[in-house]
């Protein structure tokens, strides 16, 4: 009956750490550990959270259990790479997750070890080698693993396209290849409807940044963002326009629309500098006369 119930609080902590809220995920890994200590995994994930809340002390007693409970040694360079990650010795911790992908055939854990290995090289701003990763993961990985392995390497292609003006538009096409592809996946959250609305608008594709806007409003409609990113796609539609015959009203209206649910997002805590960016713009509009 306790193993029973370890394992639905180590599923339950599970969730809690894949939405990134570990302090959560503790209670329930503790939970389980408490109720069951002969599994090595319990303790595994339990130092793989501490180490992620900067309690390091803690997290290598825990994977000294584990290791003594039979933890596999490709689990066990998992966490000793997480650690090495908080610790900020990048190179260190991806030499360790690279040990990982070569010595096991489990798909959880080289995922893991891929995602873990892409986030130490964007820590360590080498944007080359995290994208070098990230394809190679891409291909060898099975399809229920490739959403996070895309997403990561959407976002780095993107980051790359913004970094370096020669190479702007390739990695700005491949970043929107690679979201066109979740897109198809099935995977529409809010924030890649924005993704690629940015990256049809940085490539000039107006029509399209408007569709998948329309989109997302259908989808998000009380939220600021979506508003936000249509009065920054209407400025710019308006300003490849000749000069009398630009009309900023649409503008004004999505920023306004934007103001209202802005407001909403700001007593939950949010804080958006790309609202602050639009205000300017707006002043800068009236001050020129033409709202």
Not at 86 to 93: R, V, W
Not at 114 to 126: F, G
Not at 132 to 141: D, F, G, Q, V, Y
């Amino acid at each position: 009956y306790s193993k029973e119930n370890a394992d639905i609080n180590y599923l339950i902590a599970n969730a809690y750490f894949e939405k990134e809220e570990y302090q959560n995920a503790l209670i329930y890994y503790n939970n389980a550990v408490s109720l069951n200590q002969s599994n090595p995994l319990y303790f595994r994930d339990l130092a793989i959270t501490l180490a992620r809340t900067g309690d390091r002390e803690k997290a290598e007693s825990k994977l000294l259990q584990a290791k003594e409970l039979g933890l596999e040694e490709p689990s066990a360079l998992l966490v000793s790479g997480e650690l090495l990650l908080s610790k900020g010795e990048y190179n260190n911790a991806i030499s360790e997750f690279n040990k990982v992908i070569n010595k096991t055939d489990d798909n959880e854990i080289i995922f893991r070890a891929y995602i873990l290995s892409s986030d130490a090289y964007k820590k360590n701003n080498d944007i080359n080698n995290q994208i070098s990763l990230l394809e190679t993961a891409r291909k060898n990985l099975p399809v229920e693993y490739q959403n996070p392995i895309l997403i990561s390497l959407a976002n780095a292609y993107s980051l790359k396209s913004q970094q370096n003006s020669d190479e702007y538009i390739e990695f700005a096409k491949k970043a929107l290849d690679v979201n066109l592809v979740l897109y198809q996946n099935g995977y529409q959250s809010e924030s890649l409807l924005i993704n690629l609305s940015n990256l049809y608008q940085r490539l000039t594709q107006f029509d399209n940044a408007l569709k998948v806007l329309t989109e997302a409003k259908d989808k998000y409609p009380e939220s600021y963002k979506v508003f936000l990113r249509l009065a920054f796609l209407e400025t710019d539609i308006q300003s490849k326009i000749e000069e009398n015959k630009r009309d900023y009203t649409l503008v004004a209206n999505y920023y306004n629309t934007a103001k209202k649910y802005y407001k909403t997002a700001q007593n939950n805590g949010v804080s958006d500098p790309e609202m602050k960016k639009l205000e300017t713009i707006i002043a800068k509009l009236k001050e020129g006369k033409w709202l």
